[in-house]
């Protein structure tokens, strides 16, 4: 049985990713993210690490979106 703070934790969304983590989130391609982070300005380079943030990620996201 999984305690409750396990439980929490795996709820919690973080704000930034990298690449690796971002492209299993949102199910596509690395090359697929990177681009579309880079097009959303969503993309921090810190030293050598680069971290997206998710909340700028998505709402970019949002402007693909079909109304039908």
């Given at each position: ?11 919690v ?34 030293d ?21």
């Amino acid at each position: 049985m999984e305690s409750k703070n396990n439980s929490q934790e795996k709820n919690v969304r973080k704000r930034f990713v990298r690449y690796k983590e971002g492209c299993e989130i949102y199910s596509m391609g690395m090359n697929k993210f990177q681009q579309l982070a880079k097009d959303a300005k969503a993309v921090y380079k810190i030293d050598k690490m680069v971290l997206v943030n998710c909340e700028i990620f998505e709402k970019y996201l949002e402007t693909f979106r079909l109304e039908e």
